[in-house]
């Protein structure tokens, strides 16, 4: 890592949470029903495997959401969030930062960069892509945080449209999307974006070489050797 805010984006901190009666280990991603999910396997007393013991496992499933519905969300979080644990600082500075620095926080992190992150603590496991809404097949909760709710005025802000870069790692989330139903190691996935995105996948590459060299080694772009 290079700078503190790498270590709040890419922590060692991965957590998969068991679901015994759905047979489901689970990774939890932010803004992706994980507060519902943990909460279920609280309840059928499951396993909790954090950072090292993730490894021990051979497959791990991971629900996606729609990336734009995930983003306003997120950035509606971390923006309430951060101006209760720092009443002092102004909301048009907090949203300036957020919109020049597409990332600040785990809580809108595209989820591809989530499944770089699982990468990096178990590089052999199989991977089950589930979208947001088969959620409801392995938990009855739905917890929404008491304070999160969504504040238009800072939608439009935002100007999500008119930003390209976050318009490119929709993108990017919208082909892993493509893979929902389908079981893959990370390799595998890595491969779907070369073989149906190249030009994508290279701007991937560029972005992210120096997070996970190892894997891009036997998959860089002939452009990029």
Same mark, same amino acid.
């Given at each position: 890592?290079?700078?503190?805010?790498?270590?709040?984006?890419?922590?060692?901190?991965?957590?998969?949470?068991?679901?015994?009666?759905?047979?489901?280990?689970?990774?939890?991603?932010?803004?992706?029903?994980?507060?519902?999910?943990?909460?279920?396997?609280?309840?059928?007393?499951?396993?909790?495997?954090?950072?090292?013991?993730?490894?021990?496992?051979?497959?791990?499933?991971?629900?996606?959401? +729609?990336?734009?519905? =995930?983003?306003?969300?997120?950035? *509606?979080?971390? !923006? %309430?969030?951060?101006?209760?644990?720092?009443?002092? #600082?102004?909301?048009?500075?907090?949203?300036?930062?957020?919109?020049?620095?597409?990332?600040?926080?785990?809580?809108?992190?595209?989820?591809?960069?989530?499944?770089?992150?699982?990468?990096?603590?178990?590089?052999?496991?199989?991977?089950?892509?589930?979208?947001?809404?088969?959620?409801?097949?392995?938990?009855?909760?739905?917890?929404?945080?008491?304070?999160?709710?969504?504040?238009? +005025?800072?939608?439009? =802000?935002?100007?999500?449209?008119? *930003?390209?870069? !976050? %318009?490119?790692?929709?993108?990017?989330?919208?082909? #892993?999307?493509?893979?929902?139903?389908?079981?893959?190691?990370?390799?595998?996935?890595?491969?779907?974006?070369?073989?149906?995105?190249?030009?994508?996948?290279?701007?991937?590459?560029?972005?992210?070489?120096?997070?996970?060299?190892?894997?891009?080694?036997?998959?860089?772009?002939?452009?990029?050797?």
């Amino acid at each position: 890592m290079l700078t503190q805010l790498d270590q709040e984006l890419y922590p060692f901190d991965c957590e998969v949470v068991s679901i015994p009666e759905s047979q489901q280990n689970v990774f939890l991603i932010y803004k992706n029903a994980s507060s519902s999910i943990r909460m279920e396997s609280e309840k059928q007393k499951g396993w909790t495997f954090n950072n090292k013991d993730v490894h021990k496992l051979k497959h791990i499933d991971v629900y996606l959401r +729609d990336p734009l519905e =995930r983003y306003i969300s997120g950035t *509606n979080t971390y !923006l %309430q969030r951060l101006l209760k644990e720092n009443p002092s #600082l102004d909301k048009d500075t907090a949203l300036f930062f957020i919109k020049e620095y597409n990332f600040l926080n785990r809580h809108y992190l595209p989820q591809f960069h989530w499944l770089l992150n699982l990468h990096r603590m178990n590089s052999r496991c199989m991977i089950t892509l589930h979208d947001i809404s088969e959620v409801s097949n392995i938990t009855e909760y739905v917890d929404t945080p008491v304070g999160t709710e969504l504040d238009m +005025d800072v939608v439009t =802000r935002l100007d999500i449209n008119n *930003n390209k870069k !976050l %318009q490119f790692w929709f993108f990017i989330d919208y082909i #892993l999307r493509e893979m929902i139903g389908k079981t893959k190691s990370f390799d595998d996935i890595i491969l779907y974006y070369k073989q149906q995105q190249p030009f994508a996948f290279a701007e991937m590459f560029k972005d992210i070489c120096e997070l996970l060299r190892p894997v891009y080694e036997l998959s860089t772009p002939k452009t990029f050797r």
